[in-house]
Structures are given as structure tokens and as C-alpha cells.
């Protein structure tokens, strides 16, 4: 067990449709990351936050959005979906924000699959 | 533009045998390498990492190579369990990279009883 926890497990919707996935970082890890894992990619990076701050942005499409709150867990929010956003969708958590040695050191939730019919 | 590519989709080996996985990476402004296990329906698993300013780091039965000069690092399990049947990932992150790892695409080990 990592120590991260995202909600839901598994999420099928429709097409059009708006959702939002729910991550709550490891205690006292002040950064939260999403990524994205389609079927014919690796993961790939969404977007960054540290300490309720966006701090980089990945090939997010503008169709999805993401916050962090005062008690550091992070939404992501993904609307007018199509059938290619389906994937499974991780959070990761560390301590710091730069680059390099442990604090960088990335712990993944155990991801939402994320289906659109 | 890949920037960190592990070349092997698979590898089999006889358990009680070195497993050796390899990571190629392109970008030299990367400092800091890490290696994921993962699970079909789970997330990755953090195994090691090392840092740029060493060539080896090792814990239990899992070291990790860095090799600057030819941009490449490689996975040593010693000895491979069927346990440690997994999709391996190599990652890297550097300081300007905001703080994100660039992932490879994997290699799946499976660890033959």
C-alpha cells in the first residue's frame, strides 16, 4: 500500500458526459501528479501540483482540468468526454517539487479505469 | 520524441536466475532514475532509483546501473522469483522537467518456476 488513495476504482459513463476523480496524496507529501495509461501508451504525464499551486502541465487537453485543495487532495476533472478517454488514470505523491534524490521519489495510487461507452 | 525507451516489450527467465532489465534515455539533462513494478489493475509500484551522480545502487536483491556516457541504466534482479512476474517501468526526471517522470513503455518479465 502505497499510501495514496484515488476514488472511484472504475468509472464507466458515456460519451459527453463530465467526471471527476478524486486522489488524496500520502501524509505530508505537499506534491500530487496525474497521469494517464491508455491501452497502446505508457504513462504519460497530465499535470503537477505542489501545495495547491498547478506547477506543470503535460499534453492535458483543454477538455480536462484538475485542482488541488487546502487539504492537499487533488480533483481531476475530465468533460465532454470521447471514447478515446478511456484509460486508467494514476495519481502519484512526493514530498518536494524539484528534481532529484527522494523527495522526488513519485508513489502512485492504485489508479481509476476510467471507460467511455 | 521518445525520450526514455525500453526496447524489450518481454523477458522470460528460469527462476533463481539474474533478470536484466534495460532503459536507453536521449535527454542528458536527466538526473534521476527510478524503476516501477506494476501489476495488471494496480498501480506502480516503487522498487529503486538512483541518482545521476552514482553508477550503482543496490537493495536486497534489486540493483540498479547507470552507465551516463551511453545514457543507460538496466535492472538487475538477482535471483528472479515467480513473484517478481510484473511489467517493469523505467522513468527519469530531471531539473527541467518540473518535477515529472517520463515514463518508458515497459518491459514485461515473467519468471518461470
Redesign the interface.
Known amino acids: 500500500d502505497s499510501g495514496v488513495t484515488q476514488t472511484p476504482k472504475h468509472l464507466i459513463t458515456a460519451t459527453g458526459q463530465r467526471v471527476t476523480l478524486r486522489c488524496s496524496p500520502r501524509s505530508g507529501d505537499l506534491s500530487v501528479y496525474w497521469y494517464q495509461q491508455s491501452l497502446d501508451q505508457g504513462l504519460q504525464f497530465l499535470i503537477h501540483y505542489y501545495n495547491g499551486e498547478e506547477r506543470a502541465k503535460g499534453n492535458i487537453l483543454e477538455r480536462f482540468s484538475a485542482q488541488q485543495f487546502p487539504d492537499l487532495h487533488s480533483e481531476l476533472n475530465l468533460s465532454s468526454l470521447e471514447l478515446g478517454d478511456s484509460a486508467l488514470y494514476f495519481c502519484a505523491s512526493s514530498v518536494g517539487i524539484t528534481s532529484g534524490g527522494a523527495r522526488n521519489t513519485q508513489y502512485f495510487g492504485p489508479g481509476t479505469r476510467l471507460t467511455v461507452l | 520524441d521518445q525520450q526514455v525507451k525500453q526496447n524489450s516489450p518481454s523477458l522470460s527467465v528460469q527462476e533463481g536466475r539474474i533478470s536484466i532489465l534495460n532503459c536507453d534515455y536521449t535527454n542528458s539533462m536527466f538526473?534521476?532514475f527510478?524503476w516501477?513494478k506494476k501489476y495488471p489493475?494496480?498501480?506502480?509500484?516503487?522498487l529503486i532509483?538512483i541518482?545521476s551522480i552514482k553508477d550503482k545502487n543496490e537493495d536486497g536483491r534489486f540493483t540498479v546501473f547507470l552507465n551516463k556516457s551511453a545514457k543507460h541504466l538496466s535492472l538487475h534482479i538477482v535471483p528472479s522469483q515467480p513473484g517478481d512476474s510484473a511489467v517493469y517501468?523505467c522513468?527519469a526526471?530531471?531539473?527541467?522537467?518540473?518535477?515529472?517522470?517520463?515514463?518508458?513503455?515497459?518491459t514485461e518479465l515473467s519468471v518461470k518456476p
Open positions: 538526473d534521476y527510478l516501477y489493475a494496480e498501480g506502480p509500484t516503487f532509483s541518482s517501468f522513468a526526471s530531471g531539473y527541467n522537467q518540473g518535477g515529472k517522470l517520463i515514463f518508458g513503455q515497459g
